[in-house]
C-alpha cells in the first residue's frame, strides 16, 4: 500500500528542514532569484554581521507548499505575487506581500540563432524542443501567454519541454534543448557571461506576457523576529533595488 502524496511531502519537509537552525534567520526564495540572494546576503551581512541567514531555493509553488505544512521559513520571496497573496488570504503572514522586483522573459541557446526573428524563433525546423518552466510556475505561464499571444503556441506545443523550476528550466536549455524561456537574471553569473545578446538571447517582448510581480511577505513564524523585519526592510531598499537591477530586473 503507498504513501500518500501529502504525506510524502510533509515527510520529505521534515528531512530537508533538520539541518535549519532555529536561532538563523529563515528566508525562503524563489528559484529564479538565486542568481542575486547571495549579493544581497552579503551585502546584508556587511550591515548585519550578527544575523545568520539561511537561504532555501525552490520553485515558489514547492516553498508555498512547505509553508503550508509548518516549514520554520521567516520570509517568503517569491516568483509572483499569486502565492503570498493566497498564503495572507489564509492567515500565513503578519503582513500583506508587496512587490520587490519584476521579472523579465528572455529565449537563450547556447548556439547563435536567428533571434532577428524574435519569438517566431520557434517556428524553425532547426528547433525540435523548447526549455520552459512547468504550467504553474511564474515564468512558465509567463511563457504559455507569450507563445499564446503571438500564435505561436499550437504549431509548436509537443516541441516543449517542462522543467520544475526556472533555474531547471535553464539547465535544461543548456544541456538538453535547442532554446529556453529563461529568466534575464540567470545571464548575469560568471558561467554566463560567455553569451551575448542577439547572438544567444533575446528579451521576450514584454507586451506579451503579464508583467512578472515577484512578491515579498513576512511569515507568522517571524512574529517575534527582529532580524527578519530588518531584512524585510533592506530587500525594499534602494541598496537592495540596485543588486536586482544589476541581476537584469525591473525596479520601481
Not at 546576503?41 to 507548499?65: H, M, N, R, V, W
Not at 511563457?143 to 528550466?169: D, G, H, M, P
Amino acid at each position: 500500500m503507498g504513501i500518500a502524496p501529502s504525506k510524502l511531502l510533509f515527510l520529505s519537509l521534515l528531512l530537508g528542514l533538520v539541518t535549519l537552525n532555529a536561532g538563523t534567520l529563515n528566508v525562503a526564495v524563489a528559484s529564479n532569484v538565486s542568481y542575486a540572494i547571495q549579493a544581497i546576503k552579503q551585502e546584508f551581512t556587511k550591515k548585519y554581521p550578527d544575523t545568520k541567514i539561511q537561504i532555501i531555493l525552490a520553485s515558489s509553488g514547492k516553498l508555498a507548499a512547505q509553508i503550508r505544512h509548518g516549514a520554520p521559513y521567516h520570509i517568503f520571496m517569491s516568483a509572483d505575487m499569486a502565492y503570498p497573496e493566497a498564503l495572507f488570504k489564509d492567515n500565513l503572514t503578519l503582513l500583506t506581500p508587496v512587490l520587490y522586483a519584476k521579472g523579465s522573459l528572455v529565449m537563450f541557446s547556447t548556439t547563435p540563432q536567428d533571434f532577428t526573428l524574435g519569438i517566431n524563433l520557434v517556428n524553425s525546423k532547426l528547433i525540435n524542443k523548447i526549455a520552459i518552466a512547468s504550467k504553474t510556475a511564474p515564468y512558465g505561464i509567463a511563457t504559455l501567454q507569450a507563445l499564446k499571444n503571438s500564435s505561436t503556441y499550437e504549431n509548436n506545443k509537443k516541441k516543449l519541454v517542462y522543467a520544475e523550476s526556472i533555474s531547471q528550466t535553464l539547465s535544461y536549455a543548456r544541456i538538453a534543448t535547442d532554446i529556453g524561456f529563461i529568466s534575464k537574471s540567470a545571464l548575469f553569473t560568471p558561467q554566463m557571461f560567455q553569451y551575448t545578446k542577439n547572438k544567444h538571447w533575446i528579451e521576450v517582448n514584454s507586451k506579451l506576457y503579464t508583467p512578472i510581480n515577484q512578491g515579498i511577505v513576512i511569515l507568522k513564524n517571524a512574529i517575534a523576529n527582529k532580524e527578519a523585519k530588518v531584512f524585510y526592510k533592506f530587500i525594499l531598499s534602494l541598496e537592495a533595488k540596485a543588486i536586482f537591477k544589476k541581476f537584469g530586473y525591473i525596479v520601481e
